[in-house]
């Protein structure tokens, strides 16, 4: 039998970390010379393809040298952080990859310092190291400093350091060595990382990390062998730390890790990840084990949620024209199903049988949700974001969920960042030139405050600011936080918008909407120059008569639309306001269509 060595990859998004294992996959000849392999082979999901970042944590098995490393992609965002930490639990080592040119960034922070909490020992690899401006010893610098204040031991903050480019297939130790291939970063992996163990005398336990359905085997359970030895259509029994036995069955089917497929086998050993199945009612969390097991092995508790949204049933006069999937039961039953596999999303039902609060770790998790649901068919209303506060155990005092900002941008455009973030009660904490005529400035600022303030950001600085965020802790209650400064432009009718009325009302504000657009009463289709809503007539077409102008009509030329994309709209409406979701559109609306009902609820509030 190989020798088997578990690690995991950790970095921040954009890093480089699933081009690193298709290099890896490579170099182990998981693939043939001649096989067409598609480009970052492990973001599977079309989601994660078009975004470029991992979502979904996956684990592939590379052959090297007479030994099996399972490597799991772990996702680089916090708002997946669900993910990140049951994948710590499975591995004895970590890599952990950061830009040469960007440095640690807060992201590659959250999940280092949950794996140095567990005593994880990490190796460092510094891609990208072939970039004009990268600054490889600045940077080994900064990771040191990070683990350092992560209150890293000794041990892992004597960490080995890997110079590498993952796009073009080398690594090396010193910058001086010649870059021929990745053999230096898998010897140091063999050296770094300890061969897999657990007692193989003792009965089966396993601890279940991930789960996923599949059409033909049912759910599919993933997890690492703690003890023991698992073989086809054995009995075992899943235990729960608070319900006790949930089931009794056997295996059904036993599937390894072998590149990017899962294979099935007969057996598998103590130390090995595999995928089971034969299961109906074990989740993330419980342990699957032999029957003559009575305790369950110890999981992580996984950080709470911070975010919740209102997910509801479609009621616009548009509603059911483009989805397949409309009736709260379909939604009830998909959001129910996502959350049994996504540990860290909670589903609640509300008083409304069509509304249902979804909670998250962030705008990013949710939104991925919505997109991932929309091209399923369903049709959704969605709510404006908002935070869950807490209150402190021990005075009462009121608590919300601050977060670690930290903002990359051009000399010029500091002024406005840590205005508009002061604004915000935003806090700030660091402030350092980054070079290239850049600085780099830390805040701790409440989630609450950041809701829409991504593309304002992006205004402000003319798309060349980045904006990382993190959370951090709960904190003291900030006071009031103004919202949006400007109104709606809002359709009075229904019809299709006409670019004569669309040409006339341009000096109102900024349009979201094309001319021949298909709008209702009520829908929001531009946003106001001035703080209040005002309501606009669309459908105006220009008045046809037998009496000729002295002059020629001049050609409309309309100004380009402002069209918002999907986290765009979501943290654009304000509280009375809703994001209609379907396979082809995205609507913006206000959550009473009636004038006169808005009317009526804007003085009940007064």
């Not at 009736?327 to 199903?337: G, V």
């Not at 001319?515 to 007539?537: A, K, Q």
Request: net charge negative; aromatic share 6%; hydrophobic share 40%.
């Amino acid at each position: 039998m190989n020798t088997i060595r578990n690690l995991a990859i950790i970095a921040h998004v954009d890093h480089g970390k699933t081009t690193l294992v298709d290099a890896l996959f490579r170099a182990g000849g998981t693939f043939r010379d001649n096989q067409a392999v598609a480009e970052r082979a492990m973001d599977s999901n079309e989601l994660e393809k078009e975004r470029g970042i991992t979502i979904l944590a996956k684990c592939t098995s590379i052959l090297w040298d007479n030994n099996r490393l399972n490597i799991v992609d772990t996702p680089g965002h916090a708002d997946f952080g669900g993910e990140v930490e049951r994948i710590l639990s499975m591995v004895d080592g970590v890599l952990v990859l950061v830009d040469a040119s960007e440095g640690p960034m807060p992201q590659t922070k959250f999940v280092v310092a949950k794996a140095l909490r567990q005593g994880l020992k990490p190796i460092v690899v510094i891609n990208k190291a072939d970039k004009p401006d990268a600054r490889v010893h600045e940077v080994h610098e900064e990771v040191f400093e990070l683990f350092a204040a992560l209150d890293a031991t000794d041990e892992q903050l004597d960490f080995p350091t890997i110079f590498a480019s993952a796009k073009e297939g080398w690594a090396i130790e010193t910058l001086e060595d010649p870059k021929t291939d990745l053999a230096p970063l898998f010897k140091a992996i063999l050296k770094r990382v300890p061969t897999a163990e657990g007692d193989a005398n003792a009965p089966f336990s396993m601890l279940v990390t991930t789960l996923e359905s599949d059409p033909y085997l049912g759910r599919i359970l993933t997890g690492r062998i703690q003890s023991g030895t698992a073989q086809m259509n054995m009995a075992v029994k899943g235990l729960n730390a608070v319900a006790g036995t949930l089931e009794q069955t056997r295996l059904t089917k036993l599937l390894s890790f072998r590149g990017l497929e899962r294979v099935p086998v007969q057996e598998a050993f103590a130390g090995d990840i595999v995928a089971l199945a034969g299961f109906t009612k074990v989740t993330v969390g419980d342990t699957i084990c032999a029957p003559e097991v009575t305790a369950p092995l110890k999981s992580l508790p996984i950080d709470p949620p911070t975010l919740a949204m209102t997910f509801c049933v479609n009621n616009s006069p548009f509603a059911g024209k483009e989805g397949k999937k409309v009736t709260s039961r379909l939604i009830r039953d998909r959001l129910m199903s996502e959350a049994e596999g996504n540990v860290s999303i909670k589903v609640t039902e509300t008083d409304s049988t069509d509304a249902f609060e979804v909670a998250g770790r962030g705008e990013l998790q949710l939104g991925v949700l919505i997109e991932t649901m929309r091209r399923e068919g369903f049709e959704l209303a969605i709510g404006r974001p908002r935070v869950l506060f807490k209150n402190d155990p021990d005075t009462g005092q009121l608590m919300e969920p601050l977060e670690e900002v930290q903002i990359d941008v051009d000399d010029e455009f500091t002024g406005i960042t840590v205005e508009k973030m002061g604004i915000r009660k935003g806090e700030m904490v660091d402030m350092r030139p980054s070079g290239g005529g850049k600085t780099r400035v830390t805040f701790i600022a409440p989630s609450r405050g950041l809701i829409g303030y991504q593309s304002e950001f992006l205004t402000d600085t003319r798309g060349t600011g980045i904006m990382s965020r993190l959370f951090h802790s709960y904190g003291a209650y900030k006071g009031p936080i103004g919202g949006r400064i400007r109104g709606s432009l809002i359709s009075n009718g229904m019809g299709t918008a006409v670019a004569y009325a669309l040409w006339n009302l341009e000096d109102r504000g900024t349009m979201f909407i094309h001319s021949g657009t298909p709008v209702y009463e009520g829908m929001i289709v531009g946003e106001h120059t001035r703080d209040n809503d005002l309501e606009i007539n669309v459908l105006k077409a220009k008045q046809l008569s037998n009496v000729r102008a002295s002059g020629k009509d001049e050609a409309i030329r309309l100004t380009p639309p402002r069209i918002l994309t999907l986290e765009q709209a979501i943290s654009y409406i304000e509280e009375d306001e809703l994001v209609e979701v379907t396979p082809k559109s995205i609507r913006i609306r206000k959550d009473l269509l009636d004038p006169n009902d808005r009317k009526r609820a804007s003085r009940g509030k007064e």
